[in-house]
């Protein structure tokens, strides 16, 4: 059973930083697709970023530049680095994994997610 951890949310204010963080377990993250997503209140879930087996990225056009998503495959860890958060980056943030090994969709086929951490960006 794969299971996502994520931790690093918290209160910012605009413009400032934050790095989350999901800890997988249940299998090696190394040869799946690993994305994280967020929603907002009131919307629904939106594609924020994902990171593929060999290290390749993708991005929602409103987090390019500003968001950088990692992994460390040693750790069994996936990393989203935000800087210049703004308050509409306020949501609750989700780490997730693709059902399938060497996937090569960047925002479809997941079917293994966290429980969310929440972020917050005050004014």
């Known amino acids: 059973q794969v299971q996502l951890v994520e931790s690093g949310g918290g209160l910012v204010q605009a413009g400032g930083s934050l790095r989350l963080s999901c800890a997988a377990s249940?299998?090696?993250?190394?040869?799946?697709?690993m994305g994280w997503f967020r929603q907002a209140p009131g919307k629904e879930r939106e594609f924020v970023a994902a990171?593929?087996?060999?290290?390749?990225?993708h991005y929602e056009d409103s987090v390019r530049g500003r968001f950088t998503i990692s992994r460390d495959n040693f750790q069994n860890t996936v990393f989203l680095r935000m800087n210049s958060l703004k308050p509409e980056d306020t949501a609750l943030y989700y780490c997730a994994t693709q059902r399938s090994p060497y996937g090569t969709a960047w925002t479809s086929g997941f079917a293994f997610w966290g429980q969310g951490t929440q972020v917050t960006v005050s004014s």
């Open positions: 249940g299998r090696p993250t190394s040869t799946y697709v």
């Open positions: 990171i593929s087996w060999t290290g390749n990225s």
